[in-house]
């Protein structure tokens, strides 16, 4: 009997243990919940951080969707006319810069890497090297911009500005070097289609050093930690997606028709 009554007591002593520990837990879970709630940066509409950044995400992957789906026309517009014009894309492709385009992927590669340093900067609580990481990502983008400009003021003096932009510059493709049955006419196809392109995707790098910017204000401030930091995250995914695109552009607009200037 005594026996039994041991064993009975052995039994309640786990159990009363067990008990406490899930109190604890359920304890420190409201006082995270509580502490996260009573975040300045939480809005209103929202019941706690975690449920904040969810949707942010959200919101900007749709916004991501949208931009596939705009820069999708442009790409298919490149596809129906290179078919229809390959040698003029080619003579027309091979004109350009492939020394500044290959550096200005190489950049942008490089300024995906100082991007998602950045965010796990603000994961993980280090304003120093957050603010050191945008800001190398900014200048890199600036970088970019700038051989970009450059490769357009050679366009600028070659007249190839497509039209009639530039009034006193009419385009002009006699500077081209055409491959044998390329009808000069069509080369200045390829040059509106590679300005829209390239004019666009300049737009949205434009929009994105301003965004970063912006954020490395607010960083340097110490308003991204740990606890909230989803507009770096964010920004994070716009940068990434404006650098894939040029991923894209570069094999498409520099690389088409090289190995045709070579007699391959």
């Keep these: 009997m005594m026996l039994g009554r041991r064993a009975a007591g052995t039994g309640i002593l786990p159990n ?3 008990e406490l520990g899930e109190t604890v837990n359920l304890a420190q879970s409201h006082i995270a919940t509580d502490h996260t709630a009573s975040h300045p940066a939480l809005q209103h509409h929202f019941e706690n951080l975690e449920q904040q950044r969810e949707a942010g995400a959200l919101g900007m992957w749709v916004f991501l ?20 014009y390959p040698l003029e894309f080619a003579s ?5 810069s492939l020394p500044l385009g290959a550096v200005n ?10 991007m998602a340093l950045a965010v796990y900067s603000a994961q993980t609580g280090k304003r120093r090297a957050q603010i050191v990481y945008l800001g190398l990502t900014i200048l890199l983008g600036l970088t970019f ?3 970009k400009a450059i490769e357009y003021y050679d366009k600028y003096k070659d007249q190839l500005i497509p039209g009639r932009l530039i009034p ?5 493709p006699h500077g081209v070097h055409l491959l044998p049955g390329a009808n000069p006419r069509h080369v200045e196809m390829f040059y509106w289609i590679y300005f829209a392109m390239t004019g666009m995707h300049a737009i949205h790098m434009i929009i994105g050093v301003v965004v970063l910017s912006v954020i490395m204000f607010f960083a340097a401030r110490g ?25 894209f552009l570069f094999p498409l607009l520099y690389l088409l028709g090289r190995h045709l200037e070579h007699g391959g």
């Design 105 to 114: 992927t190489a950049v942008l590669i490089f300024s995906s890497f100082t």
């Design 223 to 247: 308003r991204y930690g740990p606890e909230y930091h989803n507009p770096v995250g964010i920004s994070g995914l716009y940068w990434h997606f404006v650098d894939i695109i040029w991923i």
């Design 168 to 172: 006193s510059r009419p385009f002009d």
């Design 65 to 84: 969707a949208t931009e596939i789906m705009f820069f999708g026309g442009m790409f298919l517009a490149y596809t129906l006319y290179r078919t229809q």
């Design 92 to 96: 027309a492709s091979n004109h350009l």
């Design 16 to 18: 009363r243990l067990s």
């Design 145 to 147: 911009l700038g051989i």
